[in-house]
């Protein structure tokens, strides 16, 4: 059955009464009726126990927490309609995030909606289901086993079945011949009936709904938007805290080392000043290139048209920028463009034997477009770097070429580390995306698009 | 001994910088006549009485972003003969521009690292004083890099064009020659053809105009 509803599928089949579906009908009626006192009575214990307690502080607790009996009935009750919906009911609640504490986590379940459904459908259960459960799925059921057993049970007594008293077996066996089958194909459409309509109750009522199947996906975004930002933070945080601390030291030191030339009369000691002036200004120059690579301090003053023009100023082939964007975007967005150029640069330059390369960008409806273009060799890969390195992260004009990958970039990894393939993933999150176009013999143009936007 | 003895006005939040830029301007014979760590002091300090030069920090309190740049704006607005001497701890040219867009000269932006090289430091600080431009060779590198294919520069030989980039930075003639390997004679003579080609008016300080020239390119 590949429609949904499985049961009324079932039902509309020629094949129903062969199938096994009219005994998982009766297993699921009848599954009911030990679940649904167990329900009411725990319910009403819990009730009756938090009213009587109520006076002191566990008394209200418990009342609070009755909630969270709908989250184990909704729990019991989707296991049990697998019975009649063979697909299972989809659990309408929302992943709690994992940082949060026992009593933080049973705070979010019992405000979920979901939780209070179920536990609604739990006093369905209790005070009504089960008792007409029992009752139709009973007759249906008793009377077929005493129709089955007729011939049987009319050898030793006398057996009363309807306006018919039946003496001995042959009676027995003509009844059963007779309203065997008739019975039969009642009782199990009527007990099939009950089931699926008790399965679609249970899936209105402990099934996930489309606005909170929507709001998941939502939080899911948000949650991954925010741990974008969480890097982004972070990465300011770094930077602030190299420039605030190791290099003001490193700078400090290299006035100290220019008063002390100065001092020293011309000699061993002065020389040796002189290198470690020199040391300290070339672990300046590295410190900056660090901090270059983790938070661009030129992107956060100038944007990004600024910070790209600075990073193809660096190249070491000659980069066209043309750069339109009228106003500054979000940061995220703008430190995932700058990396995704800074990376496809650093990788022009490596790998690509181009001659030149051209950096543009401009805003498309709501969207921002960065290209990088360069006249190199082609054939570069999108890959991610696997084990083996064959076809590791070349960016555009990767010389990388897909078969083999003889001479090529091997495990040099690039300056990211994990490289485009990492800058995919980030700008996934903004829900944007990057492609690249490189056949042998180039050109290679590698196209980035994000929204503008961070929230939509 | 410096040509003459300047009155300055530091802006640095770093402590530990602040001194130790103190005491090399105090050893070299100028006066540090206010010392302050963020923008506000600074431009307060100023305009109740006007030093020579200030020396200013880019990043400082409250918002550690451009707030030495914003206020040697505003000092150049209301004191256009204060020499401003920018220091920063990262150098790009596109900080360059909002320095110079108000600015005909008397500016200066170094690496804090310069300063550990204390002569040509002190070089820089007297020619900021005197109305000349000094920056930094690291934006000048990013300048030379940056392809212009047209602009008043595209007329100078590539032999000019270095001869430019050194003034840029604040270089006189022979050290000029110094770091080119020739005479003084053949750079005089570039500068010349420089002035000649950018159509510099006599009128001004040619110098600071080429080098304004090449900056804004």
Not at chain 2, 56 to 80: C, K, N, Q, Y
Request: charged residues 20%; proline residues 5%.
């Amino acid at each position: 059955m590949e429609r949904p509803d499985a049961a009324w599928g079932a039902l509309a089949s020629r094949r129903y009464l062969v199938s096994a579906w009219p005994w998982r009908s009766y297993a699921y009626l009848l599954s009911s009726v030990p679940v649904g006192v167990l329900t009411i009575a725990v319910l009403l214990v819990s009730v009756v126990v938090s009213i009587v307690l109520s006076p002191i502080v566990v008394g209200v607790l418990l009342m609070a927490s009755i909630p969270l009996y709908g989250v184990l009935i909704g729990i019991v009750e989707r296991w049990r309609a697998r019975l009649v919906v063979p697909a299972g009911i989809a659990s309408p609640h929302a992943a709690i995030p994992s940082t949060y504490s026992r009593r933080q986590r049973q705070i979010f379940r019992r405000r979920e909606r979901a939780s209070l459904r179920a536990l609604g459908y739990g006093l369905l259960l209790g005070v009504f289901l089960w008792p007409l459960n029992a009752l139709i799925a009973g007759i249906c059921g008793t009377t077929l086993l005493l129709t089955a057993g007729a011939p049987v049970i009319a050898a030793y007594d006398q057996m009363g079945m309807g306006p018919w008293v039946l003496d001995n077996p042959r009676e027995g066996f003509i009844f059963l011949v007779a309203f065997g089958p008739v019975w039969f194909v009642v009782s199990s459409y009527v007990v099939g009936v009950l089931a699926a309509a008790e399965s679609e109750l249970a899936k209105a009522l402990l099934g996930a709904r489309e606005e909170e199947l929507r709001r998941n996906l939502a939080e899911l975004r948000r949650s991954r938007l925010d741990l974008v930002d969480a890097f982004e933070t972070e990465r300011a945080r770094i930077e602030r805290h190299l420039h605030d601390g190791v290099q003001q030291r490193l700078v400090g030191l290299t006035m100290t080392l220019g008063l002390a030339e100065l001092d020293l009369p011309e000699g061993e000691g002065r020389r040796l000043v002189v290198k470690a002036h020199g040391e300290a200004e070339a672990a300046l120059a590295d410190l900056r290139e660090a901090v270059r690579g983790i938070h661009p301090r030129v992107l956060v003053d100038h944007g990004l048209e600024a910070a790209v023009r600075e990073v193809a100023d660096r190249s070491p082939l000659p980069v066209t920028v043309r750069m339109s964007l009228p106003d500054r975007l979000p940061a995220p967005i703008e430190a995932a463009a700058y990396f995704v150029v800074s990376e496809a640069l650093g990788n022009v330059a490596k790998h690509a034997a181009a001659t030149r390369c051209e950096v543009e960008g401009w805003i498309a409806g709501d969207r921002l477009v960065v290209t990088i273009t360069d006249n190199g060799i082609g054939g570069a890969v999108l890959g991610t770097s696997n084990a083996t390195g064959s076809t590791s992260d070349a960016g555009p004009g990767g010389g990388t070429l897909q078969a083999g990958g003889a001479g090529s970039t091997g495990s040099t990894g690039s300056a990211g580390g994990t490289g485009l393939a990492g800058l995919v993933t980030r700008l996934d999150a903004l829900g944007g995306t990057l492609e690249l176009t490189s056949p042998p013999g180039g050109p290679t143009r590698l196209r980035m698009e994000c929204p503008c936007r961070l929230d939509d | 001994m410096p040509a003459r003895r300047l009155s300055i006005v530091l802006a640095e939040d770093s402590l530990l910088l602040r001194e130790g830029l103190a005491s090399i301007l105090d050893r070299a014979g100028h006066e540090v006549r206010d010392a302050v760590g963020d923008g506000d002091t600074l431009l307060a300090v100023v305009r109740k009485q006007p030093p020579d030069v200030v020396i200013t920090d880019v990043r400082m309190p409250p918002g550690h972003s451009d707030e030495g740049l914003r206020a040697a704006a505003a000092i150049r607005a209301d004191f256009p003969g204060i020499g401003i001497l920018v220091l920063s701890q990262y150098v790009a040219d596109a900080y360059l521009s909002s320095l110079l867009e108000t600015t005909t000269g008397g500016i200066g932006y170094l690496l804090k690292d310069r300063v550990g090289h204390v002569r040509e430091f002190l070089a820089s600080l007297d020619r900021v004083a005197e109305g000349g431009t000094v920056v930094d060779p690291e934006v000048v590198r990013q300048l030379l890099a940056r392809r212009r294919d047209d602009g008043p520069l595209a007329a100078l030989t590539p032999r000019e064009l270095e001869v430019l980039a050194l003034m840029a930075e604040g270089r006189v003639n022979a050290s000029i020659a110094e770091q080119l390997v020739v005479s003084e004679a053949a750079v005089r003579k570039h500068v010349g053809n420089i002035f000649a080609k950018l159509h510099l008016d006599d009128g001004l300080d040619r110098r600071v105009s080429a080098v304004l020239t090449y900056l804004r390119g």
